[in-house]
């Protein structure tokens, strides 16, 4: 059989950090609402001038680094992003030009802050069915772009980052499954409603736009429903999981589905308060600093979940 495993990961924070006290003199809002409703103490924001396609890359440099890999060992690149820098050429194409390895497949998708679970499936999928050997799976957004920074039930929530990891091919399983899910009925309840194609003209005050008490309590719901039934299908519970790595979007969603499987908050990795919600790079940059920092080791069972607008939700298990 063949499966595919978690080689190395990387992440890139932009320099410039925003905390609770700066938004405070932006909008109507205080550091203790931003706390205590989210978990949120600051943000990171790219310069004007960094794209995702560079923070892309320099996560993925760091992931190839503590591999021991040139980008040229790299045989396909998957890249979640709902900020992409460019409607074409994809941001996995421009990233893939910078790190300088043309010729491989590269591509980005769209499932907002489900987008690196999205991708990290598409990867899993692609080794195991003897289509690629090594894949850059990345997560990179730049949340700073569209949100309307005159809002403050949204604008508390979004950082920008990235998150890399190489998927590797091997005989014993890594990613021990990858389970996704959308549902559009939900689609009023999260959204950026411009694009391209609609009939909606591009106007300068579009924005993010977020019923957040709604997503809320679906987020709670469906998550809940996910990570239990992905143990299930393997015979486990809570109990087994060594660490919950989770989309960060606000510290009470977490702990709820936390709670749902009775696993204290000693093992799961929170990383909200210090970049917010960085939607397709959070799951990856939480991977990474916890990997970093020694709090996940080689062996350690992982549950990686995340929830977006779409709705799109999923999860992996993985053996690190
Ligand atoms: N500062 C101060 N007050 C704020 C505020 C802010 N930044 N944002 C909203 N409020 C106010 C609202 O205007 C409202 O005031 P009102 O009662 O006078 O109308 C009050 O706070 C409560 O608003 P509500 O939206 O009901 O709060 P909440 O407890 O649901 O918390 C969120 C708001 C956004 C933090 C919460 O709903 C949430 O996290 N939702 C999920 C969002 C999410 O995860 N999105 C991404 C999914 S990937």
Known sequence: MRYSRIVATGHYLP?????????????ETSDAWIRARTGI???????PTESVAGMGERASRMALETAGLAAEDIDLIVMGTTTPDQVFPNSAVIMQERLGVAGIPAFSLEAACSGFIYALAVADNFIRA??????????????????????????????????????????????????????????????????IASSKARIAEDALQMKGSEVFRVAVAKLGEEIVETLARHDLDGNAVDWL??????????????????????RVVLTVGEHGNTSSASVPLALDLAIRDGRIQRGDLLLLEAFGGGFTWGSALVRY
């Open 15 to 27: 320099e410039r950090v925003l905390t609770n006290d700066e938004l405070e003199r932006m909008v």
């Open 41 to 47: 103490r600051q943000r990171h924001i790219a310069a």
């Open 130 to 195: 003897g289509s690629a050997g090594r894949v850059l799976v990345v997560g990179a957004e730049k949340m700073s772009s569209i949100v309307d920074w005159n809002d403050r039930s949204t604008c508390v929530l979004f950082g920008d980052g990235a998150g890399a990891v190489i998927l590797e091919h091997t005989q014993t399983p890594g990613i021990l499954d990858t389970r996704l899910h959308a549902d559009g009925r939900y689609k009023d309840l999260l959204q950026f409603p411009s694009g």
């Open 245 to 266: 790595v989770p989309h960060q979007a606000n510290a009470r969603i977490i702990s709820a589905i936390a709670r749902r499987l009775d696993l204290p908050m000693e």
